[in-house]
């Protein structure tokens, strides 16, 4: 793909590039837990977007879409947001590096990626820290990671409407391979955490469905959450989340709300302490226990969060039958998309094979395997 992004970059704008290149991610346990300032365990992947880039001496941007094949252009020091196009992730970062103080002058772009579309790896939040590390790379800027992952938090909230968590930039931009990170959605900041899985791999099984109601359907569970702080901060003082509430006040927790708020609640509480249970089997090299975690974790999304859907339940069933297969859940936001699965190498050419077969009998869908390992973080590719 570098090699593809540079020969383009030198047909179109006939200079050559400095590269960048930005990975997406996986979240391994804690879901729907960042907007309640919680904990997650995401882990950059090999899979991501490159970048090539280049001074051009103007006021202009002038940006080419290798996968697209689209060109787009906008002027460093007067722009807007364009509905629905992919140039709003690369203006909302100019727009944040503007307000940041930073010295923006025009450039030029390639960017083109191996993220699969619609697999949940997050190729958005990968174009938006791409996108800052390249310009930061191209001026000198010497721009902090966790100010990236900031920005580009902020410029999708902005220039994409899109109301996302600090986990997916920030996943991005400090990923470091062999590792997870054990982020608090809080303070953030994260614990690298050394995986170390041996005989065993990390498998995506895309669904390939993404149905209408998971935007309405996050912007509920979200409500949900916030009203359940609302009634629960009479008792439990002082707590501005459901982060703040600990597991042994659970049957408390049960007896104060609505029963559609405490299984919302619910799972928010127990999935934190999952995070660090995660955590602690990772550390100890508990693949087993881990394994575990991730089931607790897809049962409770589906039956307590309600974010699961038909399609992701039968994978995720379909690999608990199978004694190679450690742990199976749901990942991402919810109602289509992948789960992710940790099971022994050398079944798994058997797993694709099973899985395939049975998801086709079952929904008439071919699903996608993709392959992840923890890989680095964004960064200048020289």
């Keep these: 793909m570098r090699e593809l992004i540079t020969k383009s970059f030198l047909e179109i704008f006939a200079q050559e590039p400095i590269h960048a290149f930005a990975p997406g991610r996986i979240n391994l346990i804690g879901e729907h837990t960042d907007y309640q300032e919680g904990f997650v365990f995401p882990a950059a992947v090999a899979q991501g977007i490159y970048f090539g880039i280049q001074k051009n001496n103007s006021n202009s941007a002038r940006i080419h879409s290798f996968d697209f094949n689209e060109d787009f252009r906008f002027d460093v020091k007067s722009f807007s947001p364009r509905k629905g196009h992919w140039g709003n992730y690369i203006m909302g970062m100019v727009s944040q590096l503007n307000q940041a103080g930073y010295e923006i002058e025009g450039f030029d772009m390639v960017f083109g990626g191996n993220i699969p579309v619609g697999s949940g790896l997050s190729s958005s939040a990968a174009l938006s820290v791409g996108v800052g590390t390249s310009i930061s790379g191209l001026f000198d800027l010497d721009i902090p990671k966790k100010s990236l992952a900031l920005y580009a938090q902020k410029s999708e909230n902005l220039f994409e409407g899109l109301n996302c968590g600090i986990m997916d930039p920030y996943a991005s931009a400090f990923g470091k391979a062999d590792h997870a990170l054990l982020l608090d959605c809080r303070s953030n900041s994260h614990e690298e955490v050394p995986i170390s ?67 919302k609640a619910k799972h928010v509480i127990l999935e934190d302490v999952r995070v660090h249970q995660a955590g602690e089997s990772l550390r100890s090299g508990e693949l087993g226990k881990f394994g575990e975690l991730m089931k607790a974790s897809h049962k409770s999304l589906s039956q307590d969060y309600e974010v699961s859907c038909e ?72």
């Design 311 to 382: 399609e992701l339940d039968f994978l995720a069933k379909e690999s608990w039958k199978k004694k190679y297969v450690l742990g199976s859940r749901m990942m991402g936001g919810g109602f289509g998309g992948c789960t992710i699965n940790l099971l022994e190498n050398n079944h798994i050419l058997e797993f694709k094979k099973s899985i395939a077969t049975s998801y086709l009998a079952a929904f008439n869908i071919e699903p996608d395997f993709i392959e992840v390992k923890p890989s680095d973080g964004a960064r200048l590719v020289k």
């Design 197 to 263: 899985l041996g005989q065993y791999s990390l498998l995506l099984v895309n669904t390939n469905v993404k149905h209408k109601l998971a935007d309405s359907a996050y912007n509920k569970r979200r409500s949900a959450c916030e009203e359940s702080v609302d009634i629960l901060s009479s008792t439990f003082t002082g707590i501005k989340t459901l982060r703040d509430i600990a597991e042994a006040d659970l049957p408390k927790v049960k007896s104060i709300l609505p029963k559609e708020l405490f299984s």
